[in-house]
């Protein structure tokens, strides 16, 4: 971790300007600092340094490590832990730019909701960082970061991809035969190529994809592959797309791996976002008829207004969780002051099925227990007081097999379409590179 060079750094400094005995060591931390706080990129009206690339370089080593993937060589991981951090760059200042920011709160509740994943409180998952040399303070803004990004994504690509009745119609009556062809786990590689590029510039990205094929048919490890030429946002995590029918896979790949065998990788796929390559890492035949979860859950909606802060509404909720927690029916505080039409029910929405409310609403519906209170959520509704009353587990019928058809179709456009958003608003970007080597 760079953190206790830093302090050292800081150190060394002061001494110095104590005692000349130390001139040699003043001039090394000099160099030190020169160092760290070299640029290696701009990206528009900011730049990206030196010390920034090694902690996330460090970072990823270990992830690395802990995948059991091969470290790929480190200048070439280097270079391409850069371009991620350059398109992550580009994504948060588009966000803050149009007003998308992650306030602290919404922050400690994320931070709280992984702590509880992982079976831990908050002081413990600490602790465990600490012990794995991760500085609490990066961490926590490195999810902030996360935040921001998929945030971001739902409102300029998957809120505004729409599904049409014949497209479903289409899906169902060609399922049955995608469905008895079983699931298929697929890793794949994405090399990007500029909207408006020139002959030149193809033909260099085209040469960078045979590169990528050529050593993956040499025997290399896809994710090592992968993690060193992918442009693709999981390019570090060995491009495992996961398990998926071939209803849910882009029609470009479900087409090449039902032409592979396990283990085999296709020829450069192309599509108006660049060349790819997809390995067909095993497949499955069809599983048991699928059941769904649902979730009977009821909330309490303030909508913040002109007269109505952000803060103002969740300090609402915040009083009224504390006076259901303190003994006060719910249903009646919903009925007083919701302002969702589900109030003169209680609040009670009735059994929800997966995508049948926003993201944010589902995500922190999904981390309650029944009985459990949320604290305040926020989503483009206004903010949220949620109660998850009870759970069951059955199969599908005819309208929620829409449903989740409906959610097929749009996961797989929206990932196609997340690619061309990227592309355009990479290509929109100033980027200077100024990475030595």
Not at 117 to 137: I, K, P, S, W
Not at 231 to 255: H, I, K, N, T, V
Request: net charge negative; aromatic share 6%.
């Amino acid at each position: 971790m760079q953190i206790p060079a830093l302090f050292l750094r800081l150190t060394v400094i002061l001494l110095v300007s104590a005692t000349g005995a130390l001139a040699s060591l003043s001039a090394l931390a000099a160099e030190r600092i020169r160092l760290l706080d070299r640029i290696v990129a701009v990206v528009n009206d900011e730049v990206i340094t030196q010390d920034e690339l090694e902690r996330r370089l460090e970072l990823v080593k270990k992830q690395l490590a802990r995948q059991g993937t091969e470290l790929p060589d480190s200048e070439a991981l280097r270079r391409q832990i850069l371009e991620r951090l350059i398109m992550d760059r580009i994504q948060v200042q588009y966000a803050k730019q149009t007003g998308l920011r992650i306030d602290d709160f919404q922050l400690d509740q994320a931070l709280r909701t992984i702590a509880e994943q992982n079976h831990m409180t908050l002081a413990q998952f600490r602790e465990v960082l600490a012990r794995d040399g991760v500085d609490y303070a990066d961490f926590r803004e490195e999810i902030r970061k996360e935040m921001t990004i998929a945030r971001l994504r739902e409102r300029e690509v998957d809120n505004r991809i729409a599904v049409s009745e014949g497209e479903i119609d289409n899906f169902l009556a060609t399922q049955a035969t995608q469905v008895s062809a079983g699931e298929y786990a697929v890793s794949h590689i994405l090399v990007r190529v500029p909207e408006q590029a020139t002959t030149e510039q193809i033909q260099a990205r085209r040469a960078r994809a045979e590169a990528a094929l050529a050593e993956l048919r040499a025997g290399k490890p896809f994710a090592q592959v992968a993690a060193v030429y992918s442009d693709a946002p999981d390019a570090l995590q060995g491009g495992f797309l996961g398990w998926r029918p071939l209803s849910q896979l882009p029609e470009l790949f479900a087409e090449a791996v039902t032409k592979l065998q396990p283990g085999e990788v296709s020829t450069l796929l192309r599509s108006p976002n660049g060349f790819h390559i997809v390995r067909l890492d095993d497949r499955r035949g069809p599983g048991a008829p699928v059941q769904i979860t649902q979730t009977r859950v009821r909330h309490i909606l303030v909508r913040p207004s002109e007269t109505v802060s952000e803060d103002e509404a969740r300090n609402r909720l915040l009083q009224l969780r504390e006076r259901i927690v303190n003994g006060a029916d719910f249903a009646e505080l919903a009925r007083l002051h919701s302002e969702d039409p589900s109030a003169s029910q209680g609040g009670d929405l009735g059994w929800v099925s997966p995508g049948d409310t926003v993201p944010q609403f589902e995500r922190a519906m999904e981390s309650l227990k029944p009985g459990e209170i949320s604290e305040p959520v926020k989503t483009p509704l206004g903010w949220h007081l949620i109660q998850v009353l009870e759970r069951r587990t059955g199969n599908l019928t005819k309208e929620r097999e829409r449903i989740l058809a409906r959610q097929a179709i749009k996961a797989r456009k929206a990932d196609e379409a997340y690619e061309e958003w990227l592309r355009q608003l990479r290509d929109q970007a100033y980027v200077e590179y100024r990475l030595e080597g």
